[in-house]
Structure formats: C-alpha cells, structure tokens
C-alpha cells in the first residue's frame, strides 16, 4: 500500500486518513522521504517547512483519533511560490524578491489550514509567474516528470510536476492565461480554474496588499490527481 499512496487521488487519501489505514505523520514522513529522493532530479519543490508540517500532522493525528471532521485533515498540500505562506518563500521566481517571507498566510492558504491541511512547501514558477514554464534565476528549472527533457509547462509547472512525480497530494496554484490548466495539461494532472470570485485574490505575489484586489482574469485554485 505505501508504494501506492503517492499516486491516489486526494479524495483516496483522505479516505485512508479516516479509516485509519495510515496516519497523518506516517504519511507526512512519506512524502518527506519521497522529496528528499526524487525532488533534486525534478526541481519541482524549492521551499519546505518540514517541522512545521510534522507539528501540524500531529494535531491531525490526534483529531483524527478523537473523531477529525474537517475536510482535508491530515492531507499534506503544496503552495505556488506566488501564493502566501506565512514565513516560508514568496518570491514569484524574482531574484531581488529573493528575502521576501510573508507575515500571513494567504486567505487561501488560511482555509486550507482551518480545513486541516498539512502545509509542506513551496512549489516552483517563471518570474513573475509569467510563462508556460517553470525556470527561474532563484530555483532554476523544474523538469516534466515523464520526460526531464521537456517542461511542465507553467507557471504553476513546479506543482504540475510535483503532483505527477507523488511529491504532493494537493496543490494550491493561480491562473491568468492558462497558468494552473496548461501544466497541469503537460503533466497529466487535473487543474481547476475557478469562478473569478469563488477565491479571494488577497495573498498572491506579485499582486495588490488590500483585501481581495480587483485582478483582471487572475484566480487561484487546485491542481491534483
């Protein structure tokens, strides 16, 4: 079963979550071990907050034994390297944002925490997450797990890859033109570009700091399997 884990759907994760089949920690531990093999070749994951997600996947542990109820406990998810997570990277691939750490979780990322989501990282994109690739001066490039010759296409190609290669349950990307289907398109993934207000915009860089900013077409939303 651990050697199947990594390839199922978010939804056949959580089911194991629920049923007891696994643990939030052991499968934390999972993806760990898998980046750490496998991330250098792909490049798809530039940033990680490994204590951070083991303290959140031991609060999911101990929900989950007294009964859980939240939608995604315990499910280790990816964040874009645009979208805000407090203190880790956002850097949109620019180099002289190459210090910026956000203070607060985007208001995306702050549901999927209230939802019990485990936060494992930040996932690559071109600068200004600006192009149907994922290369950048900072983290240089990801690679398409299927062939490291090609691209996964961008700009969210880090976590397109990443959840092809089993490095991620659930990614949490953003899209103007084609920014979460495209990669998604490339790396045989799902990718959902929802309503242009389902998400609040608030919390992606480079973007506006007031509260849900008007933001011709851009929308952030999921990737998966």
């Known amino acids: 079963m651990t050697r199947a884990i990594p390839f199922l759907s978010a939804e056949e994760t959580l089911s194991l979550l629920r049923s007891h089949e696994v643990g939030a920690v052991e499968l934390l531990e999972l993806y760990l071990s898998r980046i750490e093999r496998f991330n250098p070749a792909i490049n798809a994951v530039v940033a990680l907050d490994a204590e951070g997600a083991r303290r959140a996947a031991e609060a999911a542990d101990r929900a989950l034994a007294s009964g859980g109820g939240r939608r995604l406990l315990g499910l280790p998810v990816t964040v874009k390297d645009c979208v805000d997570v407090a203190g880790l990277p956002c850097t949109a691939g620019v180099e002289r944002f190459r210090h910026r750490r956000p203070v607060c979780d985007a208001p995306s990322v702050q549901r999927l925490r209230a939802a019990g989501a485990v936060i494992l990282g930040k996932t690559n994109v071109p600068p200004w997450a600006s192009d149907w690739q994922a290369n ?5 490039r990801t690679n398409n797990p299927w062939d490291r010759e090609r691209t996964p296409g961008g700009s969210t190609g880090g976590g397109a890859a990443a959840l092809a290669s089993g490095l991620t349950t659930l990614e949490i990307g953003s899209d103007q033109g084609g920014s979460i289907r495209i990669p998604a398109a490339f790396c ?8 242009e207000t389902l998400v609040p915009r608030s919390g992606h860089w480079p973007g506006s700091e007031l509260p849900n900013p008007a933001a011709l077409l851009t929308v952030q939303g999921p990737l998966a399997r």
């Open 136 to 140: 950048n001066p900072l983290f240089g």
């Open 188 to 195: 045989g993934v799902y990718g959902h570009r929802p309503s």
